[in-house]
């Protein structure tokens, strides 16, 4: 812990405490806390707050450190309700009961309470203690141990100028790429919608087409229609004529006989 403590975030617990009795639990808490004083080990450190349930919080969770906790992978039946826990000849130890241990305590923290804080602290804190080092790391004379052929090094400040040109390089390269798949991606879409117009003018004139076969077919077959009408009725006024004619020739030859 004491060569972690400066890199990361530590936050001390106590596994399988379903070995310990609560008793024993919290004198074990009181030695690790005690131990951690004496040898100047640095845990995570909440931050402050002016809101009064927030620092509640940080209190009682401050109370419980180092935390406590017990894991399972095993679905126990207690009293009609389906829990995480490990079971043994005089009971159930509950992973997510707060009697039980600190797990709920651990995970609210991790993941929902004080998450951005940790990254944060990762980020701005640890990080940066590092880089910093890892800067001032440059020997005496501005000559860098780690080179084999003894070139000249920067300056922290001048190195940090230089990186921070090397960012401002990089993202206006990424600037530039992403532009230019924007322009791309642009040019895709409005092609796509080019043929998907000319494919929408190629149906519309095949339609188009097909109506006015349709209707030169059917302006065809109405004029066949009409032609076949007037032969048809050319062909009852003939026939009607020739009938008249008949029954008036009957008529005649009955008279003719009379007298």
Known sequence: MKRLHDKVNVIPLIAKADTLTPEECQLFKKQIMKEIQEHKIKIYEFPDTEDDEDSKLIRKIKEKMPLAVVGSNVVIEVNGWKVRGRQYPWGVAEVENGEHCDFTVLRNMLIRTHMQNLKDVTNNVHYENYRSKKLAAVTCNGVDSTKARGQLTKSPLAQMEEERREHVMKMKKMETEMEQVFEMKVKEKKQKLKDSEAE????????????????????????????EKINWEAQQRVEQQRLDASKTMEKNKKKGKIF
Do not use: D, S, T, V
């Open 200 to 227: 929408l003018e190629r149906r519309h004139e095949q339609m188009k087409k097909n109506l006015e076969a349709q209707y030169k077919e059917l302006e065809e077959k109405r004029r066949q229609f009409e032609e």
